[in-house]
């Protein structure tokens, strides 16, 4: 129980320097709670200090359907554990029931195509919300993308992210997870800057990639050299190395349109990238979509859900749904 109003059910998640749990308030609705105990060793100022802004900032955002909404902070927190009272310190949020978009690439697999451009399409609008008012994410990932009871997108885990509006986008330290962090970022030197919104352009590209393949792309796999379904005529490009035959098979299934995005959207220089409104005017996201595109969905993602929850019982592991 924490300062008599929130009963903690299970585990749900580690993140950073915190434990999330699965909680109920007095009147039962359901809630994530991010707990950091202060007589534990994982935790740190930063991380309480991360906690408080992402409180901040969703507070800020005024709310938006794809982002996680952030209820309550407490700095004073008082946890009850084995009878004893614990100091600590806590952040309320909306439960996403369904867990990690990562989760599901990972044990289940990537995405079709007509999925992914549906799931990428409601993290656009999230992020272009939050670039309307001057916030970078700067740890745009798989893991931070989560799903409600409805397997609609909420985009999360804001601790990382800065207001950036005062110096024109440009920012000064490296933030991220180095698989999706833009080379710009990764290089970063005292004293330099980078365009914080190109960069969550590269992480999000990243994550797409990784949405239609499961895996996480080569320095070749983001050159021009990949093969397509439509490629078959396609000029020989001598300046890039091609995929070898494995790659070529791997990627057969993609189509040009899309393999062309996330090319700009990992363009090495960050000039070139493309911005959220470009992204959504994109040839691959004008297409239309099935007109029972939500329910497909649904039916997916809950098909992928129960086959985990099956695994999870024949193994004796505890999932997070």
Known sequence: MIDNKYQLIEKIGL???????????????????????????????QGAQMICKEHQILSELHGHSNLIQSYEVN???????DGRSEECIYQVTELATNGSLSNIVRNTGPLEEEL???FITQILYAVLHLHSKEYAHLDIKLENIFLDEYFNIKLGDLGSSAHVGSNDGFFDHRRGTPLYMAPEVKSLEP?????????????????????????????????????TKESDEMEDCT??????QQKIKR???????????????????????PQVQDILESEWLQKPFSEDICEMAFQEMEARKNFLLEECQRHSFKGIF
Do not use: C, W
């Open 239 to 244: 300046s890039a190395p091609k995929l070898d």
């Open 191 to 227: 004293g330099e800057e980078y365009d914080a919104f190109s960069s969550d352009m590269y992480s999000l590209g990243i994550t797409l990639f990784v949405m239609l393949t499961g895996e996480f792309p080569t320095p070749s796999d983001l050159g021009h050299s990949f093969e």
């Open 116 to 118: 992914a451009r549906f």
């Open 251 to 273: 990627f057969s299934h993609l189509s040009s349109e899309v393999i062309e995005l996330i090319q700009e959207m990992t363009e090495e220089n960050d000039v070139g990238r």
């Open 75 to 81: 700095p004073n927190g008082v946890l009850e554990v």
């Open 15 to 45: 993140g950073g320097s915190s434990l999330v749990y699965k909680a109920t308030d007095i009147d039962g609705n359901d809630y994530a709670i991010k707990i950091l105990r202060k007589d534990k060793e994982y935790n740190n100022r």
